[in-house]
């Protein structure tokens, strides 16, 4: 499922225009990432928990060259499943 298949289907689930529904999706889209940047987690009961996990900086390898290079600490979003979204796919 694409953006727009997704934005349908909230449309027809909550009786929205695809319009209204476009701007709900964005919207919560919006805050989640806005929570995240800000270093906060979004729990969300039943559902997962989006948070941000911190890598630190590593020393790799350039594949092509082979030469050592350094990797420099980053931050990534995360998503944990929670247990009635798990339970639902199995």
Known sequence: MNK????????????????DAS????????VI???LTKGDEV???GFGTFSVSKRKAS??????????MT??????PKFKAGKVLKDSVN
């Open 4 to 19: 727009q298949e997704l934005i349908g289907e909230v449309a027809d689930a909550a009786g929205l225009t695809k319009g």
């Open 23 to 30: 701007k709900a999706v964005e919207a919560v889209f919006g």
């Open 33 to 35: 990432s806005s929570a």
């Open 43 to 45: 729990r969300l009961v």
């Open 59 to 68: 020393i790799g390898r350039n594949p092509r060259t082979g030469e050592p």
């Open 71 to 76: 990797i420099k600490a980053s931050s990534q």
